[in-house]
């Protein structure tokens, strides 16, 4: 199986903030990564695939960018409603893999 | 607008079947175009990947889970289905479907994520 190692496995910010999570993928996958995010108690939100484009309807605040071994998510000014947890997934090879995902709170 | 609704005893027995089904709203799962996933999440953990089924019942399922993972589909109702053979303690999850949208050129398949998902419904496995 393809592993996914994502980093920080949590961080705390600052509205406003931006605000980097990387997933490294083992071995590499070229740009067949999907990013989500999760509220607690909720399913997950497809927010990018092809490792930047972005799904309709999310905010532009939201980027991502790399291929290969090294995949980042990058928000570029936190806001109140982005806490919660974020998951990379790769959809290079079945079956597909999920990072161990990113909390991120607000300072 | 699309939605997914899974369905199913929240308490199952070990040793037991678990037997989940999804209903699907706003789209026909006969029209192609989407792969139907299963995805697990134990409390407080990541999330695990079980397995898709096509319209077509193509299936692939993780090779954690193969022995024990059955998905079917039924069309006439707009459904897909999961069952979780000889479960333990360790199935105890929240446990999602979600729709997987897919193209095919020049004989190759290209993916996008798991663009639409259920609410999730909590499975414990406890006697």
């Known amino acids: 199986d393809i592993q996914m190692t994502q980093s920080p496995s949590s961080l705390s910010a600052s509205v406003g903030d931006r605000v980097t999570i990387t997933c490294q993928a083992s071995?590499?996958?070229?740009?067949?990564l999907s990013w989500y995010q999760q509220k607690p108690g909720k399913a997950p939100k497809l927010l990018i695939y092809?490792?930047?484009k972005l799904e309709t309807g999310v905010p532009s605040r939201f980027s991502g960018s790399g291929s290969g071994t090294h995949l980042t998510l990058t928000i570029s000014s936190l806001q109140p409603e982005d806490v919660g947890t974020y998951f990379c997934q790769q959809y290079d090879k079945v079956p597909w893999t999920f990072g161990q995902g990113t909390k991120v709170e607000l300072k | 607008q699309v939605q997914l609704q899974e369905s199913g005893p929240g308490l199952v027995k070990p040793s037991q079947t678990l037997s989940l089904t999804c209903t699907v709203s706003?789209?026909?799962?006969?029209?192609?175009?989407?792969?139907w996933s299963w995805v697990r999440q134990p409390a407080g953990q990541g999330l695990e990947w079980i397995g898709r089924i096509s319209v077509s019942e193509s299936t692939y399922y993780n090779p954690s889970l193969r022995s024990q993972v059955t998905m079917s589909v039924d069309t006439s109702k707009n459904q897909f289905s999961l069952k979780v053979t000889s479960v333990t303690a360790a199935d105890t999850a929240v446990y999602y479907c979600?729709?997987?949208?897919?193209?095919?050129?020049?004989?190759?398949?290209?993916?996008?994520?798991?663009?639409?998902w259920g609410q999730g419904t909590t499975v414990t496995v406890s006697s």
């Open positions: 071995p590499e996958i070229s740009n067949f």
């Open positions: 706003g789209d026909s799962i006969s029209s192609g175009g989407h792969y």
């Open positions: 092809d490792a930047s």
């Open positions: 979600a729709r997987e949208p897919f193209t095919r050129q020049m004989g190759f398949s290209y993916y996008r994520g798991l663009d639409v």
